[in-house]
């Protein structure tokens, strides 16, 4: 397959990676999903609409007209099948990369690798309830645009530790943010990667992209395409602003997730990734709130088939607890000043939008750009555009830049 030949020998052991789910799994996940109890109607799950952007007051969550119809449309028509070959079409991996303490993990990756070695790597990762597969639109649209003669960059699209096909985390000791970026900097150093890459990433992945700018001399630059404040900076015309008891019912019903991930995490874990229906309203509501545009059918069965395939839902959510939960981390690169160079994407329907002013409040922010539509899944929404700005970003900051 092209694009699949890493340019420099690999220091780290490296196999190819497809995924083939056995048959025996598919027919026992449309069982469970049959006998699953379709609960009773009451006004919520009734007069519902899991849109937070409509503005009326019924935004209960997902409504069981939708959920009956997506577990009748998951069993009688979603092919698996395809999807997967959708996903085996991009070149993937798993590495062993050790971490501070010596230990392997394995880190699955989707890659396309350019012929020239002196093409410029870049990092790119997700968040949740996301995976990998939010960047195949990129890959897809990357494909369109170049060859592996001509692709100037190395790409490299990680399922984070916990998520999917990765390792999960230690039972035994806690994990956080900054042990994902130790583990990314070692999977690039070992890639060849490792004296100059350029780190991307939205939702976690930009907690995780920020930490390798903040800690690692070899990320060069980064690009986020979210940037998460507690609070409006100081100094900010929205810091003189009053927080009142609208404005905190709206933060509590974004944010009632998160702090459930953050507080309960073994609770939440255990409900949601024990049936497939609960995974489904669980992230299937997220998908489809903090989109601007509601992603298809197929895709949202397809992130919750992955979920369910891998049973990483519980070991999905450990970051949550660093930010609202029992394992505050103080000393994140979240809170202090980002010297490395920044660009930064602007979407209005992101959950928490953070306009480009607060941004240069933490960032030595170099490159920005706002539009006035786009979600939280920037890459699933708009591929395309993400990417363009990506590279818009690139061609200012890399010296030599190949993509010339």
């Known amino acids: 397959m092209s694009y699949s030949n890493p340019p420099f020998k690999p220091t780290i052991s490296l196999e190819p990676f497809k995924i083939s789910i056995p048959d025996k799994d598919l027919e026992d996940l449309k069982i469970l999903i049959g006998l699953s109890r379709l609960p009773k109607e009451t006004y919520e799950n009734k007069n519902t609409e899991p849109n937070r952007f409509n503005k009326q007051n019924n935004n209960f969550g997902v409504s069981r007209k939708w959920l009956d119809e997506t577990r009748t449309y998951w069993v009688d028509q979603y092919d698996w099948r395809k999807q997967e070959s959708r996903i085996n079409s991009q070149p993937a991996f798993t590495a062993q990369v050790k971490?501070?303490?010596?230990?392997?993990?394995?880190?699955?990756?989707?890659?396309?690798?350019?012929?020239?070695?002196?093409?410029?790597?870049?990092?790119?990762?997700?968040?949740?309830?996301?995976?990998?597969?939010?960047?195949?639109?990129?890959?897809?649209?990357?494909?369109?645009?170049?060859?592996?003669?001509?692709?100037?960059?190395?790409?490299?699209?990680?399922?984070?530790?916990?998520?999917?096909?990765?390792?999960?985390?230690?039972?035994?000791?806690?994990?956080?943010?900054?042990?994902?970026?130790?583990?990314y900097d070692q999977l690039m150093k070992g890639l060849g990667f490792g004296d100059a890459y350029i780190a991307q990433g939205g939702d976690v992945g930009s907690f995780i992209t920020n930490e390798l700018g903040m800690s690692y001399d070899g990320c060069k630059a980064i690009h986020l395409n979210m940037r998460k404040f507690s609070q409006p900076p100081p100094g900010t015309q929205e810091s003189s602003k009053p927080f009142g008891i609208p404005e905190m019912l709206e933060h509590f019903q974004l944010y009632g997730y998160n702090l459930e991930h953050a507080t309960r995490p073994s609770t939440i874990g255990l409900v949601v990734g024990s049936n497939p229906i609960s995974l489904?309203?669980?992230?299937?509501?997220?998908?489809?709130?903090?989109?601007?545009?509601?992603?298809?059918?197929?895709?949202?069965?397809?992130?919750?088939?992955?979920?369910?395939?891998?049973?990483?839902?519980?070991?999905?959510?450990?970051?949550?607890?660093?930010?609202?939960?029992?394992?505050?981390?103080?000393?994140?690169?979240?809170?202090?000043?980002?010297?490395?160079?920044?660009?930064?994407?602007?979407?209005?329907?992101?959950?928490?939008?953070?306009?480009?002013?607060?941004?240069?409040?933490?960032?030595?922010?170099?490159?920005?750009?706002?539009?006035?539509?786009?979600?939280?899944?920037?890459?699933?929404?708009?591929?395309?555009?993400?990417?363009?700005?990506?590279?818009?970003?690139?061609?200012?900051?890399?010296?030599?830049?190949?993509?010339?």
Not at 130 to 148: A, D, T, W
Not at 162 to 176: H, I
Not at 291 to 320: A, G, K, Q, V
Request: hydrophobic share 35%; net charge negative.
């Open 99 to 183: 971490n501070k303490d010596g230990l392997e993990y394995k880190i699955h990756f989707a890659a396309l690798f350019s012929n020239k070695k002196d093409a410029i790597p870049i990092i790119l990762s997700h968040g949740w309830p996301g995976s990998f597969i939010e960047f195949l639109p990129i890959m897809e649209h990357v494909r369109e645009q170049y060859n592996p003669d001509s692709l100037p960059y190395h790409l490299i699209f990680p399922s984070s530790p916990g998520y999917l096909f990765s390792d999960s985390p230690p039972t035994d000791r806690e994990f956080s943010v900054k042990d994902i970026g130790y583990l």
């Open 280 to 404: 489904l309203c669980w992230i299937g509501e997220k998908l489809l709130e903090w989109s601007d545009e509601n992603p298809s059918i197929d895709t949202i069965l397809t992130f919750i088939s992955l979920y369910w395939f891998t049973d990483t839902f519980p070991s999905s959510i450990y970051t949550y607890r660093y930010g609202f939960g029992s394992k505050r981390d103080v000393k994140s690169a979240e809170n202090e000043y980002q010297h490395t160079p920044t660009g930064y994407t602007y979407h209005p329907k992101e959950i928490t939008p953070v306009p480009v002013h607060w941004v240069k409040t933490a960032h030595n922010l170099v490159w920005s750009k706002e539009y006035e539509s786009g979600g939280h899944f920037a890459a699933l929404e708009k591929p395309e555009r993400l990417w363009g700005d990506v590279e818009e970003f690139v061609k200012q900051v890399w010296p030599n830049d190949s993509s010339e």
